[in-house]
């Protein structure tokens, strides 16, 4: 079975976080949350809007092997949380270095950027490219796939960007099955 895991910092885009953990299970992936250390060093991580959700495993204690993606909710607190959180970092070069799925949303492809495994093609909440590459951002395309690097624009394409997940993760069929059943027939 396909395994990803979605680190949570303080700050993150709940909408996003939700629609890929819920997607991606639907699909049959295994789906681990992970809470940062420091400040916020808790399993419970309140979100933009306050929505707190239960974190499964301190992000400290993952092991790379163990998982074939990693996927960033966006969300500015979040955002900048991750891209300045040192295992953060090291996790996200550590699983594009072993060939796995990196994948982010909204503002999350930021933290790509710093970590230095943002692909040349990519797509983002517009103004974040501002910070990033705004020469390489693809506008008018909801989700981005780029190598084995994952992108997506806001809250309202956090259900296309998780079923491309699935689809890259476990294939066409329940891809498929999953936007179906979902009536995300858009996507």
Known sequence: MARALVPLAEGFEEIEAVS????????GVEVQSAYLPGEFATDLVSG???ITIQADVPLATVVVEEYDAIVLPGGWGGT???AEDPTAQRLLKEFAAAGKWVA??????YALH?????SKRYTCYPG??????PEDRIADE???VDGKVITSQGPGTAICFALEIVRQLVGEESY???REGTLSTWC
Request: charged fraction near 25%.
């Open 20 to 27: 890929i953990i819920d997607i991606l299970r639907r699909g």
């Open 48 to 50: 933009a809007n306050g």
């Open 80 to 82: 900048n949380r991750l």
């Open 104 to 109: 982010a949303i909204c503002a999350a492809p």
């Open 114 to 118: 710093v970590a230095g495994v943002l």
């Open 128 to 133: 974040v490219e501002e910070q990033i590459r």
């Open 142 to 144: 909801k989700v981005v």
């Open 176 to 178: 498929r099955t999953v």
